[in-house]
Nanobody, 126 residues
Framework: QVQLVESGGGSVQAGGSLRLSCAASAPYNYYCLAWFRQAPGKEREGVARIYTGGGSIYYHDSVKGRFTISRDNAKNTMYLQMNSLKAEDTAVYYC????????????????????WGQGTQVTVSS
């Protein structure tokens, strides 16, 4: 069982930056890690994913060039650097972990991820 805890959310003006962190309770070698977000009244949406074994980084088109996903396996922590934030980025952001094969999928399907954090709110004002 892996427990995930997000941090780093907050309120920022459009154009600003935030960095989210996702700390795991146990080593997450060879996991597929991802960030999802859910805005009020909308379905959960995949933002980015990364394979802890290296490579296989994927971004949703809406965040390409603005968000950067990374991980520090020694700290069992994943990050999401969010730059040039827009009002439409406002949502609760969740980190998730799944088996390694999940990173082979084309896209980000929340059903395939086993472990989830509790979420952290990101609010971008225009």
């Amino acid at each position: 069982q892996v427990q995930l805890v997000e941090s780093g959310g907050g309120s920022v003006q459009a154009g600003g930056s935030l960095r989210l962190s996702c700390a795991a309770s146990a080593p997450y070698n060879y996991y597929c890690l991802a960030w999802f977000r859910q805005a009020p009244g909308k379905e959960r949406e995949g933002v980015a994913r990364i394979y802890t074994g290296g490579g296989s980084i994927y971004y949703h088109d809406s965040v390409k060039g603005r968000f950067t996903i990374s991980r520090d396996n020694a700290k069992n922590t994943m990050y999401l650097q969010m730059n040039s934030l827009k009002a439409e980025d406002t949502a609760v952001y969740y980190c998730a972990a799944g088996r390694s094969f999940v990173c082979d999928e084309n896209g980000l399907n929340p059903v395939l991820y086993t472990y989830w954090g509790q979420g952290t709110q990101v609010t971008v004002s225009s």
